[in-house]
């Protein structure tokens, strides 16, 4: 009989399983017909971009062909959009995508990745799947970045450094003046991913932010998605901009067709749309607002420059609990966060609805 715990590449069981929230199936048995505030995975509130839904629907008569195998369309709208070049661009089914591809082109048995702590979980994953080893750097007690610790974790045998900005799950950023100290002090042979998902709802004029002036390190990589801001979370496209002799190796792994067709249209189409960005920004920034109401009743809310914001309830998994009991779905037990509940941000609505719990479930703890 063929035995898979025995067959199966033994690193594989250290893995733990990504466990996203409830799938809409579950959510349906689970809550029927009534209406759900999904706050739990930082998605778009606002739906697609209304040009990027009529870019798809037109392409749908041709996908009985298969699509560019190198995205080009999408690499010359992100490029001009970077001001970058299309060589610089490297397209991804997801920045998931792209973490896994990263990792799979540069990590053997016994490399070290250094990542933030608390911070996005897929960096690890990528890593334990290529038997390679995580080193932890610590963000500082009030969720800042702390680039001293950051390169202490660094060493010989360290390959890639992750840093996100905003974090996910914190929303707190990384300095300009920090990611400069940390580039200036840092070995040549460590490729550092910055991981921008959430850079276009920031507003801190002090954080790290892409210019072309940062592709002069050649060990430099950041990583964007069309999932967040542009809301095409279900069609899964993201991309990296950084260096074609990086990516001439990234390419060797990647499937050969690893973005669809209507990704491709969609998410062309999707960065065309300033009036969608804007109201899309435009809410998460009153949102950001809203939520900062529950500190008067004495709630830490860690200041957000993302669309979520994580805030310190007691016991997190209580208070998840009771959220859900309430049609509210947020995010919980993240390792190292227990007390703390991640809220996405939703419509005005929305917000309130959660907010309100959140003052009557704590409240009552
Ligand atoms: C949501 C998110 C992404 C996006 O992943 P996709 O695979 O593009 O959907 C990437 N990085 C972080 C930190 C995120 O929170």
Known sequence: ???????????????????????????????????????????NTLGPSPLALRAMERELPRLHLYPDGGSDLVKVAVAKHHHVQPE?????????????????????????????????????????????????????ADF??????????????????????????????????????????????????????????????????????VLRHSNVCLLYTFSKLYGLAGLRVGYAIGHPEVFAYVHRVREPFNVNRIAQVGAVAALSDAEHVKRSQELVQASRRQYETLRESGMH???????FALIEVGDGKRVFEALRKQAILVRTGFVGLESYVRVSFGTEAENEACIAALREVVAHA
């Open 1 to 43: 009989m063929f035995d898979p715990n025995v067959q199966v590449r033994q690193n594989l069981k250290d893995i733990e399983p990504y466990k996203p929230g409830l799938s809409d199936e579950q959510l349906r048995k689970e809550l029927g017909n009534r209406p759900l505030v999904k706050l739990n995975s930082n998605e």
């Open 88 to 140: 610089q661009v490297f397209v991804g089914n997801g920045s998931d995508d792209i973490i896994k591809l990263l990792s799979e082109t540069f990590l053997d048995e016994g490399d070290e990745i250094v990542t933030p702590f608390p911070t996005f979980s897929q960096y690890t994953f990528g890593a334990q799947v290529m038997k390679a080893t995580v080193k932890l750097a610590p963000l500082r």
């Open 144 to 213: 800042t970045y702390d680039v001293e610790a950051l390169l202490a974790a660094v060493t010989e045998r360290t390959k890639l450094l992750y840093l996100c900005t905003p974090n996910n799950p914190t929303g707190t950023v990384l300095k300009q003046v920090e990611f400069d100290h940390l580039m200036e002090h840092l070995p040549d042979h460590v490729l550092v991913i910055v991981d921008m998902a959430y850079d276009n709802y920031a507003t801190d004029p002090e954080r790290f932010q892409f210019n072309t002036g």
């Open 301 to 307: 809310v860690v200041p957000s420059e993302a669309n």
